[in-house]
């Protein structure tokens, strides 16, 4: 259980973690920071293969039409969902700011 009055103590204060050096993750469980990463980097994949796929299309090396309609939707999709999450991330972050002590 959390003491409240321990958490006032001036003294407990922790440095400020460097942004580039990653915490330990939990034994037994992913890291919220690599779920994050994974999935922008999912998304910036998708990105790129829809990118690729409008690209040959133009350029005339594939006619399935289908399957770059598809990639490109793939692509929203994710990207989408990727940009709810933040929204939903920062409106947490604002919450949290206005929760007085």
Known sequence: MIDPAAM???NQVAAPM???AKPASPAGGSEFYDLVLNSLDE???LQMEADQGVQDLYA???DDVASVFSAVNKAG???DLLMEMRNKLMDAYRDIQQIRL
Do not use: Y
């Open 8 to 10: 006032n103590n001036v």
């Open 18 to 20: 460097n942004p580039a």
């Open 43 to 45: 998304v910036n994949r």
């Open 60 to 62: 005339g090396k594939t």
């Open 77 to 79: 999709v994710a990207f």
